[in-house]
């Protein structure tokens, strides 16, 4: 990077419902689009925009971590206030700042966290319909987080890959896990230093599958030690996911994020 060169790192909080994921596509629209789009405006020239974490289609975010490089002199509010004129309002930068030139925003992550939101209840939401995933049938919330305890610490998570998976290892390291209720909303919320290809889905389909069984514990321990992605649940709707948040290094000072408006962040 030139000395002239900058780097901007930001924050950015989005509904993924109306677009096939964060990455570029030529026939579909993407987040990443959208985003590039409206920087490249301030900036007064094209650039390209690197994620923490490419989210999927219909997956959502508070704390999207990106950074791109500029030769433009603009203020953090400049950034912020400039790229939400030109975003859709299901897309909105938070937070913007320079970085030095060491600064990464996929490869500075030492870990991320990602929750899932279940609406629990015999009627559908129409407000919920797109930012949570809609079980009708009764949820044990405490048998899925004893249950979710078997991920904790290092392992070999091939049984909650998908097959589309490009990683060159299964091998992940979850720090936390836990899930609670709240009224007819449950969360699932996992921290690790990775994740898998729909890893977060799988996991989630798989504790709606064993919470009913007499040992949850010991039938999701069965599930990680089979290593074989057919003795896991279904792939959970991508409409409860969100990308929480991102933790880097305290020395590029990087915002948490916080949750503006939504379903409530029982785990906070």
């Given at each position: 990077m030139s000395a002239a060169r900058r780097r901007i790192a930001a924050v950015i909080e989005y509904d993924g419902g109306a677009y096939a994921g964060w990455q570029f596509q030529a026939h579909a629209p993407s987040i990443q689009d959208a985003v590039q789009r409206a920087l490249g405006f301030v900036a007064g020239h094209a650039l390209d925009v690197v994620c923490a974490g490419r989210t999927d289609a219909g997956v959502h975010a508070v704390g999207q971590v990106v950074h791109f490089e500029t030769d433009a002199q603009r203020s953090a509010r400049a950034w912020v206030l400039g790229a939400?004129?030109?975003?859709?309002?299901?897309?909105?930068?938070?937070?913007?700042?320079?970085?030095?030139?060491?600064?990464?925003?996929r490869h500075s992550a030492i870990r991320r966290t990602y929750r899932y939101g279940i609406l629990n209840r015999s009627a559908r939401s129409a407000l919920a319909d797109a930012r949570a995933a809609w079980i009708h049938r009764?949820?044990?919330?405490?048998?899925?987080?004893?249950?979710?305890?078997?991920?904790?610490?290092?392992?070999?998570?091939?049984?909650?890959?998908?097959?589309?998976?490009q990683s060159v290892s299964p091998v992940r390291r979850i720090e936390s896990v836990r899930v609670a209720r709240d009224g007819d909303l449950i969360w699932i919320e996992l921290t690790a230093n990775a994740f898998l290809h729909?890893?977060?889905?799988?996991?989630?389909?798989?504790?709606?599958?064993?919470?009913?069984?007499?040992d949850p514990l010991a039938a999701m321990a069965r599930v990680l030690a089979a290593r074989d992605r057919s003795a896991a649940g279904m792939t959970a709707p991508a409409a409860g996911l969100y990308l929480w948040r991102v933790d880097y290094p305290?020395?590029?000072?990087?915002?948490?994020?916080?949750?503006?408006?939504g379903l409530p962040p029982v785990l906070v």
């Open positions: 939400n004129t030109r975003l859709p309002r299901s897309i909105a930068l938070q937070w913007a700042g320079e970085v030095g030139p060491d600064f990464h925003a009764p949820l044990d919330a405490g048998a899925m987080d004893r249950a979710a305890r078997a991920l904790l610490g290092e392992h070999d998570f091939s049984a909650f890959r998908s097959s589309e998976c729909h890893m977060v889905r799988n996991i989630v389909g798989t504790l709606l599958e064993v919470q009913a069984a007499p305290v020395a590029f000072a990087i915002p948490v994020p916080r949750a503006a408006c």
